[in-house]
């Protein structure tokens, strides 16, 4: 996973190397100051020698100019280094995320995908900053402030070597009690986030049976739930720091105790007075590096789910890919279903599309009927290929759609989907995504075929009007006719429409369909329909059933000989008279 | 769908408010840490100023250590080690002291910063609950939603670490001072004016950092906002094959926060070495200074003391650094106590109704109040010279020359009127935006009329409780909204106190007890994602269930089977039309079919009632009706 994840490093691979180097140095210079600090006091203070406290002093002062140039190299090459890995994680899992086929998506879902290009990437990049850092510095400085330590006198550093495990192990009772607390914070987190999403979402029907007394009570109960776990984690980890200082304290007397008699005892030979401070200086260090490396483990394991998450986006091959050497053009609008069944899991027990065989000529206009979840949908999804056939095969323009390639595919069959998306940009920039080179005439063409021209020309900005995200502002309706007018601009050959037509009126629906008929006879159409007023008039109808194909044929045709198609016509036709 | 034409919320004004404190958020911030939590304050301050002393004092023995009792000891034949006994053995008391004050404090305080969090989180949910609708119209789902999550979070950070460790820092400073001016007041004043330097320079780099922090997190927004767009039409983008565009609109804002995100955290990361080395060179300085004076003896000086004051700088350095580390989470955490508390400001729903709604029974011809349910409910209606009224709920609606704007000066309903009278349906048709669901959230009072009025059973209802207004009409809307809980639990929204039994009959009523049933729990199947699990005509069975369970005697039912396809509204219709027998019912529906028959039909066009009556005379009357009928016009 980490050998994946630190591919996106690339061009920051330089900071994100040298930035360890810079580190190093600056932690050396780190060590040699207090060195030079107790050298200072020794030679210099104690003294009373002038000469050479300036001499030290003029050292330390180098020392600290060294240090600060390293230290805010390191820093920036480190900001450098995480900041672009964050860059280059999220680019690469945006691209990958292009690249994903209907099935991908739907695997991960949108919300998750959001998530993991967010919160997750922020989460990893803190990590990677502290690794490039951290990871360098304290184990270094613990490594040489041992070293120093014994160089001073290895009799006192015995001492450590008590305290150290004593710090280690209560550290990893912490990490180790703490870990699985943490873990049920977030997961009450999430129950507290649905509590309240419910209630933003929901807030007319909370009010209208005025339950907000309740959802309070709701809300409190695992809002409490939250108070209790967390503070049980944090009585633990308040341990921490008193832990830290205890050793420390237990350090520097014990120290105090056994220095004072090396020193007494050896006549100050053995152990110098300044030593015994620079002494405790490094135990100091010692003791807070080891802190340092349990924060970096803690960090880690919050960070671990984070990359998992972002790992499995990154691993996940798109499901349909290119044919090398793929067919770039698209001869005609003729399609053609083989054998077709088709299951959204690969599973045969669950196809929603069975044996399916089906031919539609070029320039028809086909209806679909069929109820909820019947497969309508899911059949017409297989003409621009945004899924694969489980099995069989279905032909566009006589080639097998697996042949074509994708992009040339999709300008050619043009499909407005059920669930449909406008972008926040203006009116024309949206009509625009079905081919950017349009002229505004263009736009205004298709815009009038798909009955849209005359409430855009309502709007007091007219095709500059500015739609916002998920298109909120304009009526379902409007939504539905400017994503038929952007999917007419790529003049395709095979036009789909989605119930895409749901929420505009049945005298706007014939005037789209008239409109079709007469300016784009050559396309293909199918047109998916709740009503049987939107599909009466097309050369031929499909119903469909429980993923099969139930009845072919005209309206006059179904309705002599299929009892589906007449039932759902009967149903209504009549209306409200059943009602009452 | 009425979302279209309300007014928005100006997302572009909120973002960038980001960043910006409003004055007073930390005063109010300290007094939710000291209001509830007084006696807890004193414990910490009293073990701050505990663990302070022990540290400090730490310091300071290392001089006495080695002035009063190694060199003494150095110069004797026989050292005796007694007295440095004696003196390590107090200092490991105190020590002691330190160690276990500095627990109690921590522990103290981790566990008062939950309780904080939690008593800001329910005032923010009680507080968003008495909301009015219009709050919820003017922003944006994720808004509100990060008040919960991310504002809260860096509430967190600040309360249990930023606050313990400024204060903390702060003792530490003003201790270590004390004890430098004990040991060389010359000295500390030449401290004093270095460290004022350290941090002059530190601050103009919190203060360029924080600049660029606040742009990062505008960057960081653009982006998920932008990755959320794309995401969410992400098949859109596949079926227009419109990758290499998004791609190429990503990389650009991706770039910027890249820019911004490295110029952050580079003056944040060079803040440490700049202030640990100016540090340094203090110390140089006030060793070279000291030792000029110990060796002239100017001012009593002794080397040891020197020796003790370089320690004390050092000490008196660290905490000044930690502080000034810690002011970029204090800056962002005021940011989102700020944006928090911009909520709780927000107006509450006003309510100053006072006729309520209580059961009844009629005793010797008179309406009577009671406790138990009778089935008869009754307006309460105190009047102004102290007399009471009772008036039985029938469920007579009337709206007169109502107006109506969802903003000032801009109406949205012109002079409308309507009549139900008890056991009657009206319907209304009309393009969106016509005003058909406003005039139902006029009836529930989600908001508040213009000009003319509203009266339920002869009482304007203004003057009638909200929350006993709503609880007389059942609604059902297109959205089912179905919450956690179990399926009993949901439909027991509309009647607390409800019996299994009536759970049950509300079930059958709405057609839904059959498929409930086939469920393998049951009425005890747990519901979850907005009862993801069920289809969507079940959970609009459901919510019929739940407005049905009262037993009110108005309904509304706004596009209560719109999303529906045809064969499964055949059932829903069967329900719903169970269920408003006997009551008076508000329909809005696409499908004319569904309000044929209903005792008046009124038609809106642009928030005026343009056509009324029933199907039969709208039909002959051959105007806008008819051609909606014979879809010969729009509607939409």
Known sequence: MLKKLSKSVREYKWAAFITPVFVTLEVIMEVVIPLLMANLIDDGVYMGEMNAALKIGVELIIAAVLSLIFGCLSGITASKASAGFAKNLRKDLYYKVQDFSFANIDKFSTASLVTRLTTDVSNVQQAFQMLTRITVRAPLMLVISVIMAININAELSMILLIIVPIIAITLFFILRYVHPLMEKVFRKYDDLNEVVEENVSGIRVVKSFVIEEKEKKKFGKVSSDIYNTFSKAEKIMAFTMPTMQFAIYLCIILISWFGANIIVNTGMTDLTTGQLMTFITYSIQILSSLMMISMVIMMLTIARASAERIYEVLIEEPNIKDKENPVTEVKNGDIEFNNVSFSYVDDKEKECLKDINLKIESGQTIGIIGGTGSGKSSLVNLIPRLYDVTEGSVKVGDVDVRDYDLKALRDQVSCVLQKNVLFSGTITENIKWGDENATDEDVQRVCKLAQADEFIQGFPDKYNTYIEQGGTNVSGGQKQRLCIARALLKKPKILILDDSTSAVDTKTDSLIRKAFREEIPDTTKIIIAQRISSVEDADKIIVIDDGKINGFGTHEELLKNNAIYKEVYDSQMKGSDTDA | ?636
């Open chain 2, 1 to 636: 769908m009425p979302k279209g034409q309300m007014p928005k919320g100006p997302r572009g004004i909120m973002l960038g408010a980001k960043g910006k404190v409003k004055k007073g958020t930390l005063k109010r911030l300290l007094q939710y840490v000291t209001k509830k939590h007084k006696k807890q304050m004193v414990i910490v301050f009293i073990c701050i100023i505990l663990s302070t002393v022990a540290n400090v004092g730490g310091t300071l023995f290392l001089r006495t250590l080695i002035d009063d009792y190694i060199t003494p000891l150095l110069s004797t034949v026989n050292p005796v080690f007694d007295s440095l006994l004696k003196a390590i053995a107090t200092m490991a008391c105190i020590y002691v002291v330190g160690v276990i004050s500095s627990y109690i404090y921590q522990r103290v305080m981790a566990v008062t910063a939950q309780g904080v969090l939690k008593d800001i989180r329910d005032d923010m949910f009680d507080k968003m609950e008495e909301l009015p609708i219009r709050y919820f119209d003017t922003h944006t789902h994720g808004e509100i939603m990060s008040h919960y999550t991310n504002d809260t979070d860096t509430l967190r950070q600040m309360i249990s670490q930023s606050l313990p460790n400024i204060i903390s820092s702060s003792m530490t400073v003003i201790a270590t001072f004390i004890s430098m001016l004990y040991l060389s007041p010359l000295l500390s004043v030449f401290v004093v004016v270095f460290t004022t330097l350290i941090l002059l320079c530190s601050n103009t780099l919190v203060k360029k950092s924080s600049k660029y922090f606040v742009a990062q997190q505008q960057s960081l927004a653009t982006v998920n906002g932008y990755v959320e767009e794309m995401i969410s039409g992400q098949k859109v983008i596949k079926v227009f094959t419109h990758e290499e565009k998004a791609k190429e609109a990503f990389d650009k804002l991706n770039d910027q926060l890249y820019t911004d995100m490295y110029t952050a955290n580079k003056f944040a990361n060079i803040l440490m070495p700049v202030a640990n080395n100016l540090g340094n060179l203090e110390y140089v300085l006030v060793a070279l200074v000291g030792t000029v004076m110990a060796i002239n003896n100017v001012a009593g000086l002794t080397l040891g003391t020197i020796v003790s004051f370089l320690n004390l700088t050092r000490g008196f350095n660290m905490p000044i650094q930690q502080v000034s580390n810690q002011l970029n989470a204090v800056i962002m955490a005021l940011a989102g106590a700020s944006r928090i508390f911009e909520m709780m400001d927000e107006e509450k729903e006003v309510d100053d109704g006072y006729v309520t709604l209580v059961n009844a029974k009629i005793e010797d011809g008179k309406l009577v109040e009671c406790k138990e349910r009778t089935g008869i409910w009754a307006w309460k209606h105190p009047h102004h010279d102290g007399t009471l009224d009772y008036v039985e709920v029938k469920g007579h609606i009337e709206l007169r020359n109502v107006d109506f704007g969802y903003e000032p000066n801009k109406l949205v309903l012109h002079d409308v009127s309507v009549y139900a009278k008890p056991g009657q349906k009206i319907a209304f048709v009309g393009a969106t935006g016509a005003g058909k669901t406003t005039i139902t959230n006029l009836i529930n009072r989600f908001y508040d009329i213009e000009d003319g009025k509203i009266r339920y059973d002869g009482i304007n209802i203004n003057k009638i409780k909200k929350d006993d207004l709503r609880r007389s009409l059942g609604m059902v809307l297109q959205d089912t909204n179905l919450f956690t809980g179990t399926i009993k639990e949901n439909i027991m929204y509309g009647k607390e106190d409800a019996t299994d039994e009536e759970v049950i009959e509300a079930a059958k009523l709405a057609n839904a007890h059959n498929f409930i049933m086939h469920l393998p729990n049951g009425y005890d199947t747990m519901l979850t994602n907005n009862g993801a699990q069920l289809s969507q005509g079940q959970r609009q069975l459901i919510s019929i269930a739940r407005a049905a369970i009262n037993n009110p005697p108005v309904m509304i039912l706004d596009e209560a089977t719109s999303s529906i396809d045809t064969r499964t509204e055949k059932i829903v219709q069967d329900g719903m039309d169970k269920l408003m027998e006997g009551r008076t019912v508000f329909v809005i529906a696409h499908r004319l079919s569904t309000v044929r028959n209903s005792k008046a039909i009124m038609v809106l066009d642009h928030g005026r009632i343009i056509e009324r009556g029933s199907h039969d005379e709208l039909i002959e009357q051959k105007g806008q009706y008819y051609q909606l009928y014979t879809g010969a016009f729009e509607l939409e």
